[in-house]
């Protein structure tokens, strides 16, 4: 057993040499401010895709049009065939209001992390592969490790691994910009100024569509996320992502 | 200790109420460039705020995008929720020949005119889509009179700032502002895929308003009312849409 790479002395060390908070103050914010807009988006989205629940691709799409892929579920819209005898009340006010001042903060939370994150050199220092971890065969064996559910080396309490690193990095820089965009290209008057944002797409439903697959997407990484911090210790990595205080690592019983 | 927590409250009530002068600095400037929408108040207002101040600082000119007539949705979707009134079933028995609309408010020539009168401006023709909040849209060819030739007739005052309209349907009206109601694409649309409107999609007459939702673009319009302040229509929120909970300005 790796118990040595795991014991309380060695992430005091670590603790001592960085002699800095597990994650800066900028992070912790921004992270539980994005993840407070996450929720509020989620919600409020899926309050709106009830009013609709088909989804289409290209330009038009209606009720009647064939769906791409539909939800067999009630409808907040009489005007929907569900089959279903009923209609369900109607949420969108509250829900775009909602889902549109969020991604407000969102937009705008994400900006300052992405600024700071470059400026203070926060993604190449935590976020970007060490060098000698950008080959396949690094990110083979660290998969295997994370897929064999392997204990954590000490220092991972302290950094992110290869496979966190990649996936941090699509989710920030691909999936959100992605969920912006495809967000972005469902605002009328703003396609009236910047038109390639939806015809890159193929299109208004394309755009709401991708937007939909791309919340599948992101809700799946949180699953994990949540998953894995349940998996790493979820008092201590929580605490760490509120106070950013070091965790105080137990050996392995 | 206690002297760096109370400068760092010190700082931070400072910072605090810069904050707040500052919010408050720029809700006066964007009102006087007209960035500031009728709904700009409750717990929402501002993110309502920030999108309309966005989108009015880079839409100002910009068209709403016109498609192929290949790609003009056959058949289009009505969405009728109401069925009509006895009201619009009388005028649509007579053949729409008694629908009257009237321009009024901040106007120098208030007009009422027929179906005939709004015939007589130059016509517009344009394929746009029409896109339902609830996610599903479109593509039509519209055809009717530019709202602002309608309005520059009647003579608008230098004051005005928002057009509202009504439909004949009770509690059915809307409003936009300038920007939107000069924009060349913003119709009085009384045709649709080289036939009248029918009924069903807002005929014999329905404000197009492509760069917005398809809640602004009502149907059955009978009364246009040029203002400066939205405060004496309904609550003063702007429109219908407010009072039920959606957003007055629905370019999201």
């Given amino acids: 057993m790796a118990g040595t790479a795991w014991s309380l002395d060695q992430s005091t060390v670590v603790a001592a040499a960085e002699g800095a908070p597990r994650h800066a103050a900028l992070v912790r914010v921004t992270h539980w401010l994005t993840a407070l807009c996450f929720l509020a988006l989620l919600v409020s989205g899926l309050e709106i895709v009830v009013s609709h629940p088909r989804f289409y691709w290209g330009e038009s799409g209606n009720v009647l049009t064939p769906a791409l892929f539909s939800f067999p579920i009630p409808s907040s819209r009489a005007t929907v065939p569900t089959g279903y005898g009923y209609v369900l009340p109607d949420q969108n006010g509250w829900s775009r209001a909602l889902h549109f001042q969020s991604a407000w903060v969102l937009v705008l939370t994400g900006a300052l992390y992405v600024i700071w994150g470059v400026v203070s050199g926060h993604f190449r220092k935590h976020l970007l592969p060490d060098a000698s971890d950008r080959s396949l065969r690094a990110f083979s064996l660290a998969l295997g490790r994370h897929l064999r559910f392997a204990r954590p080396a000490a220092a991972d309490a302290w950094s992110y691994n290869l496979v966190q690193r990649l996936t941090y990095i699509l989710v920030i820089f691909v999936l959100f910009p992605l969920v912006i965009w495809t967000g972005l290209a469902m605002s009328p008057a703003f396609v009236s100024a910047v038109p390639s944002t939806v015809t890159w797409l193929g299109g208004r439903q394309s755009a709401r569509t991708l937007h939909f697959l791309l919340t599948v997407s992101l809700v799946a990484f949180l699953l994990v996320h949540v998953a894995m911090v349940w998996l790493a210790g979820f008092g201590t990595r929580v605490m760490a992502m509120i106070t950013g205080a070091p965790a105080p690592t137990r050996g392995p019983e | ?252």
Avoid at chain 2, 57 to 85: G, V
Avoid at chain 2, 170 to 198: R, V
Wanted: glycine residues 10%; contains cysteine; charged residues 20%.
């Fill in chain 2, 1 to 252: 200790m206690s002297a760096i927590s109370r400068r760092k409250m010190i700082t931070r009530g400072l910072a605090a109420a810069a904050g707040l002068s500052g919010l408050a600095a720029a809700g006066r400037i964007a009102d006087r460039y007209g960035l500031l929408p009728p709904d700009h108040g409750g717990i929402y207002g501002p993110g309502e705020t920030l999108t309309y101040a966005a989108q009015r600082l880079i839409t100002r000119h910009s068209l709403a995008r016109e498609f192929d007539r290949s790609q003009i949705s056959n058949p289009p979707f009505a969405n009728e929720i109401a069925p009509p009134s006895d009201l619009f079933k009388r005028l649509q028995a007579g053949g729409f020949k008694d629908w009257r609309l009237s321009v009024e408010g901040l106007v120098s020539q208030p007009a009422s005119l027929s179906l005939d009168d709004v015939r007589r401006f130059p016509v517009r023709r344009q394929i746009t889509e029409i896109a339902c909040e609830e996610g599903w849209s479109y593509v039509a060819e519209w055809a009717g009179a530019p709202l602002a030739d309608v309005l520059h007739a009647a003579g608008i005052l230098p004051q005005a700032r928002y057009v509202v309209y009504f439909s004949i349907e009770k509690g059915w009206w809307e409003s936009i502002d300038m920007a939107d109601a000069l924009h060349p694409q913003t119709l009085l649309a009384y045709a649709m895929n080289d036939g009248d409107l029918p009924p069903a999609f807002g005929g014999p007459l329905r404000l197009r308003v492509p760069r917005q939702l398809g809640y602004k673009s009502v149907k059955f319009i009978n009364r246009l009312a040029v203002t400066d302040s939205l405060k004496q229509f309904g609550k003063g929120l702007g429109s219908a849409s407010p009072e039920g909970g959606y957003a007055w300005y629905a370019g999201i």
